[in-house]
């Protein structure tokens, strides 16, 4: 038998509550690191050696 309820979850960081806290979030703690060659794909290979 599978569930497939979702049940709501209170979020602890009032951040999160609104589109703009949670852009500010990932603005604040993501950084953007754009690709030598965008138009090649990245192989999964070479996204393991370089997250070592």
Known sequence: ???TTIRP???RFPEF????GCANFVA???NY???E???L???DHISL???K
């Open 1 to 3: 038998m599978v569930c």
């Open 9 to 11: 979850t209170t979020i």
């Open 17 to 20: 509550k609104t589109w703009e």
């Open 28 to 30: 604040d703690h993501l």
């Open 33 to 35: 690191e754009p690709l």
């Open 37 to 39: 060659k965008p138009q």
């Open 41 to 43: 794909l990245v192989s």
């Open 49 to 51: 050696i370089k997250n």
